[in-house]
């Protein structure tokens, strides 16, 4: 599976970016499919998940903030951030986890990921 990134630029607090990760070689549908972020000198963890159910998931620091949607029809996911705030500057990977992981927030379980797209917020 081959995911591509996109959306990721440099915006003041409050404001909002999407972010986008096609597939190819792979259905999102039929796996878990989730984003990361990174921040200098922090490990990466995780921001958002939705299981092949659909069933999403959020970490807490961005819950009412932003929103993952799928888009079947295309092979795309998307991660809508709202009211981005300094402490979102990250840069964010899509993953995937095609073995269905019960610990969907472990980044060790995602055996294919995007490359990156860098996320700024200043205040």
């Known amino acids: 599976v081959q995911l591509q990134a996109s959306g990721g630029g440099s915006v003041q607090a409050g404001g909002s970016l999407r972010l986008s990760c096609a597939a190819s070689g792979g259905t999102f549908s039929r796996y878990t499919a989730s984003w990361f972020r990174q921040a200098p000198g922090k490990e990466r963890e995780i921001v958002a998940g939705?299981?092949?159910?659909?069933?999403?998931f959020y970490e807490d620091a961005v819950k009412g903030r932003f929103t993952m949607t799928r888009e079947n029809a295309k092979n795309m996911v998307h991660l809508q951030m709202n009211n981005l705030k300094p402490e979102d500057t990250a840069v964010y990977y899509c993953?995937?986890?095609?073995?269905?992981?019960?610990?969907?927030?472990?980044?060790?379980?995602?055996?294919?990921w995007g490359q990156g797209t860098l996320v700024t917020v200043s205040s």
């Open positions: 993953a995937v986890d095609t073995h269905r992981s019960v610990a969907v927030r472990v980044a060790t379980n995602y055996d294919f």
């Open positions: 939705m299981r092949w159910s659909g069933s999403t």
